[in-house]
């Protein structure tokens, strides 16, 4: 088990939080608090193996008990403003969540932490169960790019796919194409997997968006997309089990 501390000034949050932490096996409450002193002190005393953590708070700032606690505990920071997540890893947060928090997105924080901790301690069951609570309504989810000029947020139900072009990606929705610097695997990461796929080396695509597919191409409205030899059995075998 995972002990885990939440910290955040708003109550509302903090319920949000132990909802998710009630849902995953391998965590454990032991501490739901908005005082950051108060979290500062158990996670100094080696009680708590993982802190949910909100940047903005009266006490300390997110960024400032990380400073303090000196990775007596791995962190995942909270928060709805997405400037501090360069701040956060390069203090070596394990991940940054931006509010409102979607279960899926939260499940694979949590796993990131587990993998660090039990590398080998996720049993089968234990992930079929989550997983299938992770396949949660998008349509309110988001992530945030930067663009050249602009933090942009994009709703993930927008989306229709994303290509990879060098160390940009170009993000594909009805009305638009956003360009943001970039890489694949880091987006792909912050993704849902329920919902989005990798299909080739420079193809990711929403599941939801494809009108047909016909041997080694997807259509998505009149754009082509092909299938990789690398990523064609994971893709049919998503596909399989949609089918009816």
């Not at 903090?14 to 932490?21: A, F, S, T």
């Amino acid at each position: 088990m995972i002990r885990c501390l939440v910290v955040d000034d708003e109550p509302l949050a903090l319920n949000v939080v132990e909802d998710y932490i009630a849902k995953i096996p391998f965590l454990q409450l032991v501490k739901a608090t908005t005082s950051a002193i108060e979290a500062l002190t158990l996670v100094q005393d080696g009680s708590i193996d993982l802190v949910f953590l909100d940047v903005q708070m009266p006490e300390l700032t997110g960024i400032q008990f990380m400073r303090i606690a000196n990775g007596k505990a791995k962190i995942i920071l909270t928060t709805a403003y997405p400037e501090y997540a360069l701040q956060g890893y390069e203090l070596d947060a394990v991940d940054y969540l931006l509010k409102p928090i979607a279960f899926d997105r939260f499940f694979r924080a949590a796993q990131k932490v587990q993998a660090t901790l039990f590398p080998s301690s996720a049993k089968p069951a234990e992930k079929e169960e989550v997983q299938q609570q992770a396949q949660s309504d998008i349509s309110n989810d988001f992530i945030f790019v930067k663009t050249e000029h602009k933090i942009q947020k994009v709703y993930l139900n927008s989306i229709l796919f994303i290509e990879g072009l060098k160390d940009y990606i170009s993000i594909f929705t009805p009305t638009e194409r956003i360009i943001t610097l970039q890489n694949m695997k880091k987006v792909e990461d912050a993704l849902p997997e329920r919902h989005f796929i990798r299909v080739h080396r420079s193809y990711i695509v929403a599941l939801n968006k494809i009108d047909s597919i016909e041997r080694s191409r997807i259509f998505i409205g009149d754009k082509i997309i092909p299938i990789g030899d690398t990523y064609r059995d994971d893709f049919f075998k998503m596909v399989e089990e949609k089918n009816i």
